[in-house]
């Protein structure tokens, strides 16, 4: 076997084990054995960063030369992964106005016109206060998202690495072995 194919193969596979793992970090709710930090507001249609599963979707893995990368095409990935900070802007003012009118609209009332007390609905009512307070704040005022990490160096990665490469020298001291062994 040729040292391209080597690394080819060798590449391919790390991109398959390190991609799965990857994921399961949003199962685990956690960077490998990091727990995410919790959510500044209750979240009844999901959990930390799983409302609908467009990020855990969006990240591809390709391999560059002798490199792996993972990249996503969700805007807030980085954020998400990183953690910083943003500015809130009148749009964003808008949008979080737009959400709390919506998620207020869909609390459920008695005759009376009082809201019901449901589960529903007081999760629906925490939601809508938490965007009403997002609204709130001044424009320019900074928003502290905290780091979620789900790809990154980790030593569950360094472990599936070493495994990874020591299967694929394995197979190559097999072929070395057989090749001498013919002659």
């Given at each position: 076997?040729?040292?391209?194919?080597?690394?080819?193969?060798?590449?391919?596979d790390?991109?398959?084990?390190?991609?799965?793992?990857?994921?399961?970090?949003?199962?685990?709710?956690a960077?490998?054995?990091?727990?995410?930090?919790?959510?500044?507001?209750?979240?009844?249609?999901?959990?930390?960063?799983?409302?609908?599963?467009?990020?855990?979707?969006?990240?591809?893995?390709?391999?560059r030369?002798?490199?792996?990368h993972w990249?996503?095409?969700?805007?807030?990935a980085?954020?998400?992964?990183?953690?910083?900070?943003?500015?809130?802007?009148?749009?964003?003012?808008?949008?979080?106005?737009?959400?709390?009118?919506?998620?207020?609209?869909?609390?459920?009332t008695?005759?009376?016109?009082?809201?019901?007390?449901t589960?529903?609905?007081?999760?629906?009512?925490?939601?809508?206060?938490?965007?009403?307070?997002?609204?709130?704040?001044k424009?320019?005022?900074?928003?502290k998202?905290?780091?979620?990490?789900?790809?990154?160096?980790?030593?569950?990665?360094?472990?599936?690495?070493?495994?990874?490469?020591?299967?694929?020298?394995?197979e190559?001291?097999?072929?070395?072995?057989?090749?001498?062994?013919?002659?």
């Amino acid at each position: 076997m040729d040292y391209n194919t080597f690394l080819n193969r060798l590449l391919t596979d790390l991109k398959v084990e390190l991609t799965d793992e990857f994921d399961r970090n949003f199962q685990r709710k956690a960077f490998f054995d990091r727990s995410w930090p919790a959510e500044g507001h209750h979240n009844p249609r999901g959990s930390q960063l799983i409302r609908s599963g467009k990020l855990r979707r969006s990240i591809n893995p390709s391999i560059r030369g002798d490199e792996i990368h993972w990249e996503s095409t969700e805007p807030y990935a980085d954020i998400q992964n990183f953690g910083g900070e943003i500015t809130v802007t009148m749009k964003m003012k808008k949008y979080f106005w737009a959400k709390y009118y919506e998620l207020n609209g869909s609390i459920t009332t008695t005759k009376g016109g009082t809201a019901r007390n449901t589960a529903q609905n007081r999760a629906l009512s925490s939601e809508a206060a938490f965007y009403k307070n997002m609204a709130l704040m001044k424009v320019g005022s900074k928003i502290k998202i905290p780091a979620r990490q789900f790809i990154g160096d980790h030593p569950r990665v360094q472990q599936i690495v070493q495994a990874t490469v020591d299967e694929h020298m394995s197979e190559v001291e097999k072929e070395i072995y057989n090749a001498l062994k013919q002659k």
